[in-house]
């Protein structure tokens, strides 16, 4: 994940007129590559993430590459083709970046700093009941780098006026204050201990931007708990994975009918997939007393003749 190119995208591609899907894109593409801009995630994996079709996806990129935001290449494996390798227009990407910062951004020396108003996170219109398979088996941001590891500089927030004064809170103030709490749950829930900087709360100040509660953001942190515990992949439990707009949307659609459902324990969750996919509910014969008529015409051992 380059947390660079994520930044530059913001910046650049949603300030650009640029349609909300291809902005969507373009970040998802950022979020697998490198620094250099090079990933080769599969159109299907994409199409899945942002909550559109794959044929969608293909036009996108087909005009990314017309403008000059990205190039391709395709790959064989063996006699299949496999996905294609992307290549990020970084030095577009930054100039562009650079060329929309307003005058309070160009000050700060780290260009990176997501818009999180200009993207609208896609929403499917799914509603039901919880479906385990839905949960999502791998979590899409391979990197093993905890943004805690990088110890960025933390920035004292502002206090909130006095309310004795008469005066209305910041909204930037209660914004900080809303996200530093969902960080604090996160901290109690996994037992970890990320600090109240940049890296670990912008993510979080971006979702409650787009109009997200704490609430929500809070709800996802205890399904994913419940989803990852005792895994591998617990290690994603972690604000750069949990809210990421190509995660949070589908992780918070999962975590409101896991809610809906009575938040079942991870244990149970392949018992009910397995009622949702048959539409069988066993009930149990303990206790039933069945009768034969006595006009059957069938001999009931031990009753009467």
Not at 178 to 194: A, I, M, P
Not at 233 to 258: C, E, S
Not at 262 to 276: I, S, V, Y
Request: with cysteine; charged share 25%; proline share 5%.
């Amino acid at each position: 994940m380059s947390t660079k190119l994520t930044g530059y995208v913001w910046d650049a591609c949603a300030s650009s007129g640029m349609k909300l899907s291809s902005v969507a894109i373009m970040a998802r593409l950022a979020d697998f590559s490198s620094d250099e801009g090079v990933s080769w995630p599969s159109i299907a994996t994409i199409a899945r993430q942002i909550g559109a079709g794959e044929s969608t996806v293909r036009t996108a990129i087909g005009q990314l590459e017309k403008d000059g935001w990205l190039t391709r290449q395709q790959r064989r494996k063996g006699n299949r083709n496999a996905s294609n390798v992307y290549q990020l227009n970084v030095s577009k990407l930054r100039e562009f970046a650079f060329s929309h910062l307003s005058e309070s951004d160009a000050s700060k020396s780290d260009a990176s700093k997501s818009d999180p108003s200009k993207f609208e996170a896609s929403k499917n219109s799914n509603n039901g009941s919880f479906d385990p398979s839905e949960s999502g088996g791998d979590p899409s941001v391979k990197s093993t780098t905890d943004p805690s590891d990088k110890k960025p500089s933390c920035q004292v927030a502002p206090q909130p006026d006095d309310v004795s004064s008469g005066k209305k809170t910041d909204p930037e103030v209660l914004l900080t204050d809303n996200s530093k709490s969902v960080l604090k749950h996160l901290n109690q829930v996994s037992g970890s201990r990320f600090q109240n900087c940049s890296a670990s709360l912008d993510n979080i100040r971006a979702r409650l931007r787009e109009g997200f509660t704490p609430e929500e953001l809070m709800l996802v942190v205890d399904y994913k708990h419940e989803h990852w515990n005792g895994t591998k992949d617990y290690q994603y439990m972690r604000p750069k994975t949990l809210f990421i707009p190509g995660n949070f949307p589908g992780y918070l659609q999962v975590a409101t009918r896991w809610q809906k459902s009575g938040k079942p324990a991870r244990d149970k969750w392949d018992e009910l997939r397995a009622k949702k996919s048959t539409g069988v509910f066993v009930e149990s014969f303990q206790d039933k007393k069945y009768e034969v008529p006595g006009n059957s015409g069938f001999r009931v051992s031990g009753g009467a003749q």
